[in-house]
T-cell receptor
Framework: AQTVTQSQPEMSVQEAETVTLSCTYD???????LFWYKQPPSRQMILVIR??????QNATENRFSVNFQKAAKSFSLKISDSQLGDAAMYFC??????????????FGQGTTLQVKP | NAGVMQNPRHLVRRRGQEARLRCSPM?????VYWYRQLPEEGLKFMVY????????ESGMPKERFSAEFPKEGPSILRIQQVVRGDSAAYFC????????????FGQGTRLTVV
């Protein structure tokens, strides 16, 4: 069975600085997707960034980028130029991509990010 | 195009009562997933449904919990005889096809059992 681990329950960053959130996962599959979701106090789950495992190039979305290390099964999220609105809980998630997959997501425990003005 | 709609946003039930949580997927989406988020934890998969079919219920407790997604109307997650441990946020996500690369989430229903 696949597992996702986020070892940092809480992180803080100064506004305008850069912060990296860690995520490791365990799987025997070769074809899968990895995601970072943001959950602000409103509870709405917002997709931040997605990475296909077959792509070597790290995904980027504006100030958000990932460091995907497939061999190490590591998938960290880097937030550059942090803004107050980035304060939220961040979840790393895994999804199988092979034939017959149902699309269900496996989530890590989450990291609460605090942004200090 | 309205997003995934869940109602109610907040639900309070006494122990032993029934809780019904509703999820209307995005227009054109026929695949629905339910997740549960216990306090201070990540989301845990419960069940995956397509119209009129349960495809994967491997994360659903065997007793008291049931889900449906009828041909017409929203998907319903039903919890019978609720207990304090059922207090959690329940999220619904929808996708236009099986294995779609992105699932769109609703804002969740926070169930409190008193």
């Amino acid at each position: 069975a696949q597992t996702v681990t986020q070892s940092q329950p809480e992180m803080s960053v100064q506004e305008a600085e850069t912060v990296t959130l860690s995520c490791t996962y365990d799987t025997s599959e070769s074809d899968y997707y990895l995601f970072w979701y943001k959950q602000p106090p409103s509870r709405q789950m917002i997709l931040v960034i997605r990475q296909e495992a077959y792509k070597q190039q790290n995904a980027t979305e504006n100030r958000f980028s990932v460091n995907f290390q497939k061999a190490a099964k590591s998938f960290s999220l880097k937030i550059s130029d942090s803004q107050l609105g980035d304060a939220a809980m961040y979840f790393c998630a895994y999804r199988s991509a092979g034939s017959g997959n149902t699309g269900k997501l496996i989530f890590g425990q989450g990291t609460t990010l605090q942004v200090k003005p | 195009n309205a997003g995934v709609m869940q109602n109610p946003r907040h639900l309070v039930r006494r122990r032993g009562q029934e809780a019904r949580l509703r999820c209307s997927p995005m227009k054109g989406h026929s695949h629905v997933y339910w997740y549960r988020q216990l306090p201070e934890e990540g989301l845990k998969f419960m069940v995956y449904l397509q119209k009129e079919n349960i495809i994967d219920e491997s994360g659903m407790p065997k007793e008291r919990f049931s889900a449906e997604f009828p041909k017409e109307g929203p998907s319903i997650l039903r919890i019978q005889q609720v207990v304090r441990g059922d207090s959690a946020a329940y999220f619904c996500a929808s996708s236009p096809r099986a294995g779609g690369t992105e699932a769109f989430f609703g804002q969740g229903t926070r169930l409190t059992v008193v």
